[in-house]
Nanobody
Framework: HVQLVESGGASVQAGGSLRLSCAVS????????MGWFRQAPGKEREGVAA????????THADSVKGRFTISKDNTNNALYLQMSSLKPEDTAMYYC????????????????WGQGTQVTVS
Protein backbone atom coordinates (compact mmCIF):
# COMPACT_ATOMS: atom_id res chain seq x y z
CA HIS A 1 0.00 0.00 0.00
CA VAL A 2 1.27 3.45 -0.93
CA GLN A 3 1.33 6.14 1.72
CA LEU A 4 1.75 9.80 0.87
CA VAL A 5 2.47 12.54 3.39
CA GLU A 6 2.70 16.19 2.35
CA SER A 7 4.69 18.86 4.11
CA GLY A 8 6.02 22.34 3.49
CA GLY A 9 2.82 24.33 3.42
CA ALA A 10 2.99 27.76 4.98
CA SER A 11 1.73 31.32 4.91
CA VAL A 12 3.79 33.43 2.54
CA GLN A 13 3.65 36.84 0.94
CA ALA A 14 2.65 37.31 -2.67
CA GLY A 15 5.67 36.97 -4.91
CA GLY A 16 7.35 34.57 -2.54
CA SER A 17 8.48 31.01 -3.05
CA LEU A 18 7.73 27.75 -1.34
CA ARG A 19 8.58 24.10 -1.86
CA LEU A 20 6.11 21.39 -1.00
CA SER A 21 7.30 17.88 -0.32
CA CYS A 22 5.52 14.57 -0.45
CA ALA A 23 7.10 11.64 1.34
CA VAL A 24 6.33 8.36 -0.37
CA SER A 25 6.35 4.98 1.31
CA UNK A 26 5.14 1.59 0.24
CA UNK A 27 5.33 -0.26 -3.05
CA UNK A 28 4.54 1.94 -6.01
CA UNK A 29 4.20 -0.95 -8.47
CA UNK A 30 2.16 0.35 -11.43
CA UNK A 31 1.49 3.78 -9.94
CA UNK A 32 3.78 5.41 -12.46
CA UNK A 33 2.11 8.79 -12.24
CA MET A 34 2.16 11.26 -9.40
CA GLY A 35 0.63 14.65 -9.11
CA TRP A 36 -0.14 17.72 -7.09
CA PHE A 37 -3.67 19.01 -6.68
CA ARG A 38 -5.18 21.87 -4.78
CA GLN A 39 -8.55 22.78 -3.42
CA ALA A 40 -9.83 25.98 -1.92
CA PRO A 41 -13.01 26.09 0.19
CA GLY A 42 -16.07 25.98 -2.03
CA LYS A 43 -14.01 25.16 -5.12
CA GLU A 44 -13.43 21.99 -7.09
CA ARG A 45 -10.21 20.11 -6.69
CA GLU A 46 -7.82 21.36 -9.33
CA GLY A 47 -4.92 19.55 -10.93
CA VAL A 48 -1.70 21.53 -10.62
CA ALA A 49 1.00 19.30 -12.04
CA ALA A 50 1.74 15.65 -12.70
CA UNK A 51 4.76 13.53 -13.51
CA UNK A 52 5.53 10.16 -15.04
CA UNK A 53 7.98 8.80 -12.50
CA UNK A 54 9.49 6.41 -15.04
CA UNK A 55 10.57 8.97 -17.58
CA UNK A 56 10.24 12.32 -15.87
CA UNK A 57 7.64 13.63 -18.29
CA UNK A 58 5.50 16.34 -16.72
CA THR A 59 2.41 18.37 -17.29
CA HIS A 60 1.48 21.60 -15.54
CA ALA A 61 -1.75 23.52 -15.40
CA ASP A 62 -1.78 26.71 -17.44
CA SER A 63 -2.39 28.70 -14.29
CA VAL A 64 0.97 27.68 -12.84
CA LYS A 65 3.19 27.22 -15.90
CA GLY A 66 6.40 29.13 -15.52
CA ARG A 67 5.89 29.44 -11.77
CA PHE A 68 5.52 25.90 -10.42
CA THR A 69 7.64 22.87 -11.18
CA ILE A 70 6.91 19.29 -10.21
CA SER A 71 9.83 16.95 -9.69
CA LYS A 72 10.66 13.55 -8.30
CA ASP A 73 13.79 12.73 -6.34
CA ASN A 74 14.62 9.14 -7.20
CA THR A 75 17.16 8.89 -4.39
CA ASN A 76 14.49 9.08 -1.70
CA ASN A 77 11.25 8.74 -3.69
CA ALA A 78 10.05 12.14 -2.57
CA LEU A 79 7.79 14.24 -4.75
CA TYR A 80 8.21 18.01 -4.80
CA LEU A 81 6.38 21.05 -5.99
CA GLN A 82 8.59 24.11 -6.29
CA MET A 83 6.41 27.21 -6.27
CA SER A 84 7.60 30.68 -7.18
CA SER A 85 5.94 34.03 -7.80
CA LEU A 86 3.10 32.97 -5.57
CA LYS A 87 -0.22 34.72 -5.90
CA PRO A 88 -3.18 34.97 -3.53
CA GLU A 89 -5.08 32.81 -6.03
CA ASP A 90 -2.69 29.97 -5.18
CA THR A 91 -4.11 29.77 -1.67
CA ALA A 92 -5.47 26.27 -1.17
CA MET A 93 -4.97 22.94 0.47
CA TYR A 94 -2.41 21.08 -1.62
CA TYR A 95 -2.50 17.32 -2.02
CA CYS A 96 -0.09 14.87 -3.57
CA UNK A 97 -1.40 11.78 -5.29
CA UNK A 98 -0.35 8.64 -7.12
CA UNK A 99 -2.12 6.66 -9.80
CA UNK A 100 -1.80 4.28 -12.71
CA UNK A 101 -4.17 5.56 -15.38
CA UNK A 102 -2.03 8.10 -17.14
CA UNK A 103 -0.26 11.42 -17.08
CA UNK A 104 -2.94 14.00 -16.54
CA UNK A 105 -4.54 16.50 -14.22
CA UNK A 106 -7.86 14.76 -13.68
CA UNK A 107 -8.21 13.76 -10.01
CA UNK A 108 -9.96 10.58 -11.16
CA UNK A 109 -6.65 9.36 -12.56
CA UNK A 110 -5.27 9.03 -9.05
CA UNK A 111 -6.12 6.44 -6.44
CA UNK A 112 -3.78 7.32 -3.60
CA TRP A 113 -3.90 10.64 -1.80
CA GLY A 114 -2.08 12.39 0.97
CA GLN A 115 -3.71 14.34 3.76
CA GLY A 116 -2.93 17.76 2.35
CA THR A 117 -0.83 20.74 3.38
CA GLN A 118 -2.12 24.29 3.53
CA VAL A 119 -0.63 27.07 1.44
CA THR A 120 -1.79 30.60 2.14
CA VAL A 121 -0.60 33.55 0.06
CA SER A 122 -1.38 37.10 1.12
Amino acid sequence: HVQLVESGGASVQAGGSLRLSCAVSGYIYSNYYMGWFRQAPGKEREGVAAIDVRFGSTTHADSVKGRFTISKDNTNNALYLQMSSLKPEDTAMYYCAAGNIGLGLDPAYFGYWGQGTQVTVS
